[in-house]
């Protein structure tokens, strides 16, 4: 009796894997934002902003989850094809770990959770995320150019610029053949089976790299547009800094070193981009941005929060 008892509830915990990871992961990141900053303080601040931008600025946050869940989902249309919900959750579970881990630990969650979930080769999801991290840094880079490029005199120029640094991973698709060949026949034969996947999971053709780089850039564009949006709306200037800010914040958290879910790192990330961006580093305008700084990050968790409960809801049972 008690083995098939053990047995059952093993059953039923690997059945509902996901959904005790999403709920472990949730509660833990609810009670965490309440020990470190408390959630009466946190809405307290946004009250000040008023309801409808900061209900506007999470929601555009969270569609920017399904937007990187379709370029996943488009990226590998056999293993996912309608399993989109389910997709959701894991890319979802992913980016909380992703937040609250340090070290870039929460990384390794995403291979491991293609595996379970979708039977993707662990060698060929590596090496898609590693492709559309690379996309995610120059599409993040892109998107805070714009904050450059509107306080640049020679608008023409600058425009210029900024359009031949948006296009050029295209450049770089169309040498990764001659790049791949170089590398095969430097390896050796046994590990001729392992760049194949690794190859498999980079995209087959230019019309699959040029989607998710889309998909890439307007999920980071409408990701800094918006945190660069509240940050000029709780009084941070010029909108520049606010873009710079925008960009500190989300590069601080890609970067090898970062505290769990960014606290400290991620708003020293938007106050010294701000500053770098043409913020002023003193007084009661640098007091303004060290708020709003935090701020900003607390409504980036809030929206990593709001993302993964919705996916477990709209996720259909096992």
Not at 86 to 92: A, D, F
Not at 186 to 197: H, I, N, Q, S
Not at 293 to 316: E, R
Request: one cysteine or more; charged letters at 10%; aromatic letters at 12%.
């Amino acid at each position: 009796m008690n083995a098939g008892g053990d047995a059952s509830r093993g059953s039923w915990l690997f059945r509902n894997r996901m959904t005790v990871i999403s709920l472990v992961a949730v509660i833990a990141y609810a009670a965490f934002v309440q020990w470190i900053w408390g959630w009466p303080v946190l809405f307290r601040e946004w009250a000040k902003i008023g309801l409808v931008p900061v209900l506007s600025a999470l929601a555009l946050l969270v569609a920017t989850y399904f937007i990187r869940c379709y370029r996943i989902y488009d990226y590998f249309p056999g293993e996912t094809r309608g399993r989109f919900l389910l997709l959701l959750r894991v890319t979802q579970v992913h980016n909380l770990l992703n937040i609250m881990l340090p070290f870039r630990a929460g990384e390794t969650s995403f291979p491991i959770l293609m595996r379970s979930e979708f039977s993707v080769p662990l060698a060929r999801s590596t090496s898609a995320l590693l492709l559309m991290r690379l996309l995610d840094l120059h599409a993040l880079f892109a998107a805070a150019g714009i904050g450059l490029v509107v306080e640049y005199d020679n608008k023409a120029l600058g425009w210029l610029l900024w359009g031949l640094f948006l296009v050029s991973p295209l450049a770089l698709f169309f040498l990764k053949g001659s790049f791949l060949a170089l590398v095969e026949r430097r390896l050796p034969e046994k590990l001729g089976r392992l760049l194949e996947e690794i190859e498999a999971g980079l995209p087959a053709n230019a019309l699959v790299f040029v989607r998710a780089w889309l998909m890439t850039v307007l999920n980071w564009s409408t990701k800094v547009a918006v945190l660069a949006w509240v940050l000029f709306t709780m009084g941070v200037l010029p909108l520049g800094a606010c873009f710079g800010g925008a960009l500190g914040g989300e590069l601080s958290s890609v970067l090898p070193v970062h505290a769990p879910a960014g606290v400290g790192t991620y708003p020293a990330g938007i106050t010294a981009g701000a500053i770098s961006f043409g913020a002023s580093a003193g007084g009661a305008a640098f007091d303004l941005l060290a708020s709003a700084s935090v701020n900003a990050h607390l409504l980036i968790i809030v929206s990593a929060v709001a993302g993964t409960l919705l996916s477990i809801v709209l996720s259909p049972r096992s």
